[in-house]
Nanobody
Framework: QLQLVESGGGLVQPGGSLRLSCKASGFTLRTYTIGWFRQAPGKEREAVACISTHSYANYLGSMQGRVIISRDNAKNTVYLQMDSLKPEDTALYYC??????????????????WGQGTQVTVSS
């Protein structure tokens, strides 16, 4: 059974950093494109970054320049390093996986498998 588990969220002060992890089980992560998305209360889910099977990274939205997505296929894990965090980055962060397409625009509707999310709160 394909499963994604996010971790690494928490409370951080403005300007701080967090590294989120997305651990896969039940499938081989290296054959999947992985995306990180976030959803704040009262707002629509938005894409943060995606990484292809060839480790090509695509960054979207307001976190561009402050995040780095990477994958460690040996650990079946994808990471999202987030720096210079702002209060407006407060959201539930999800990872998602898919392998059915040749090309991904990093839109949430492209992904078929989702984790439960990890909460990131940026506050002083």
């Amino acid at each position: 059974q394909l499963q994604l588990v996010e971790s690494g969220g928490g409370l951080v002060q403005p300007g701080g950093s967090l590294r989120l992890s997305c651990k896969a089980s039940g499938f081989t992560l290296r054959t999947y494109t992985i995306g990180w998305f976030r959803q704040a209360p009262g707002k629509e889910r938005e894409a943060v970054a995606c990484i292809s099977t060839h480790s090509y990274a695509n960054y979207l939205g307001s976190m561009q320049g402050r995040v780095i997505i990477s994958r460690d296929n040996a650990k079946n894990t994808v990471y999202l390093q987030m720096d210079s965090l702002k209060p407006e980055d407060t959201a539930l962060y999800y990872c998602a996986a898919d392998s059915t397409r040749e090309f991904y625009a990093c839109s949430d509707w492209e992904f078929g498998s989702w984790g439960q999310g990890t909460q990131v709160t940026v506050s002083s």
